[in-house]
């Protein structure tokens, strides 16, 4: 049962907003932070049924302004290496304590956050590589199990486009495009699993708002707001939150 009081609002309305502008215009990877965040007030997996229709009506509206522009063999390689990862996820997830994925999402925050401040910090450095397709599909695997367990399928991509030295809106289109369909891969599972319910089918509606405001957002800051800026809001949150989840899932 969700509590749908102040602190639900209070944290959801933020973390929506600021996971659809990601997607509508950073590249998805720190889209993730909107459910890691939501999964401080709710249950892991009442955040994951509540934030999937959220981020499928942000892909609905984002697609059309990057049309045509993504990077097509690595949208196409990763899109089918996340077919078997959304499989293994799914099969992993009817077995698995509700802890651990706080502890699984919670480690991804920190991980991802540490490889991104590394890589502004000069300490590490992604080499452009040519284009494979056994990498994408692989890139592509873990990119669908991160994305099933807790929305955070941008990291794994982010990692193999970056190495392709595509340019910002390639990349951004690639993300858009892959994901959109990654998000369609779960509904099923998820229906079966038991994940969506009443509750979280109430709190898409009441969210679904602030999901359009961040998309409509992150569209039209694509080309207008530093990256800088916007990425280094995002590692604070993904330090603190996933600082957050691991404590309370040890505890």
Same mark, same amino acid.
């Given at each position: 049962?969700?509590?749908?009081?102040?602190?639900?609002?209070?944290?959801?309305?933020?973390?929506?907003?600021?996971?659809?502008?990601?997607?509508?215009?950073?590249?998805?990877?720190?889209?993730?932070?909107?459910?890691?965040?939501?999964?401080?007030?709710?249950?892991?997996?009442?955040?994951?049924?509540?934030?999937?229709?959220?981020?499928?009506?942000?892909?609905?509206?984002?697609?059309?302004?990057?049309?045509?522009?993504? *990077?097509?063999?690595?949208?196409?390689?990763?899109?089918?290496? &996340?077919?078997?990862?959304?499989?293994?996820?799914?099969?992993?997830?009817?077995?698995?304590?509700?802890?651990?994925?706080?502890?699984?999402?919670?480690?991804?925050?920190? &991980?991802? &956050? &540490?490889?991104?401040?590394?890589?502004?910090?000069?300490?590490?450095?992604?080499?452009?590589?040519?284009?494979?397709?056994?990498?994408?599909?692989?890139?592509?695997?873990?990119?669908?199990?991160?994305?099933?367990?807790? *929305?955070?399928?941008?990291?794994?991509?982010?990692?193999?486009?970056?190495?392709?030295?595509?340019?910002?809106?390639?990349?951004?289109?690639?993300?858009?495009?892959?994901?959109?369909?990654?998000?369609?891969?779960?509904?099923?599972?998820?229906?079966?699993?038991?994940?969506?319910?009443?509750?979280?089918?109430?709190?898409?509606?009441?969210?679904?708002?602030?999901?359009?405001?961040?998309?409509?957002?992150?569209?039209?800051?694509?080309?207008?707001?530093?990256?800088?800026?916007?990425?280094?809001?995002?590692?604070?949150?993904?330090?603190?939150?996933?600082?957050?989840?691991?404590?309370?899932?040890?505890?």
């Amino acid at each position: 049962m969700i509590e749908f009081g102040w602190q639900f609002f209070a944290v959801g309305i933020p973390a929506i907003i600021f996971g659809g502008i990601s997607k509508g215009g950073f590249g998805s990877g720190a889209a993730f932070v909107a459910g890691a965040i939501l999964a401080l007030v709710v249950p892991p997996g009442a955040a994951l049924g509540i934030v999937l229709p959220l981020f499928m009506l942000v892909d609905a509206v984002t697609l059309k302004p990057y049309w045509g522009r993504w *990077h097509w063999p690595s949208a196409k390689g990763l899109m089918i290496g &996340a077919v078997p990862g959304c499989i293994i996820a799914a099969w992993l997830y009817a077995f698995v304590d509700a802890d651990v994925f706080r502890l699984l999402i919670g480690v991804i925050c920190l &991980a991802f &956050a &540490a490889f991104q401040i590394s890589r502004a910090l000069g300490w590490l450095t992604v080499r452009h590589m040519p284009f494979s397709a056994p990498l994408a599909w692989l890139a592509g695997m873990v990119s669908g199990f991160t994305s099933f367990v807790s *929305h955070a399928g941008g990291p794994p991509s982010a990692v193999f486009l970056l190495s392709q030295g595509v340019s910002k809106t390639a990349y951004q289109a690639t993300t858009v495009l892959v994901f959109w369909a990654v998000n369609w891969m779960k509904v099923l599972p998820y229906a079966f699993l038991g994940i969506f319910t009443w509750d979280t089918i109430m709190g898409s509606l009441a969210l679904a708002p602030f999901a359009l405001i961040g998309a409509w957002i992150g569209v039209r800051a694509h080309n207008l707001v530093p990256e800088r800026l916007f990425f280094g809001l995002t590692y604070a949150l993904l330090v603190l939150t996933g600082v957050r989840l691991v404590w309370i899932a040890l505890a």
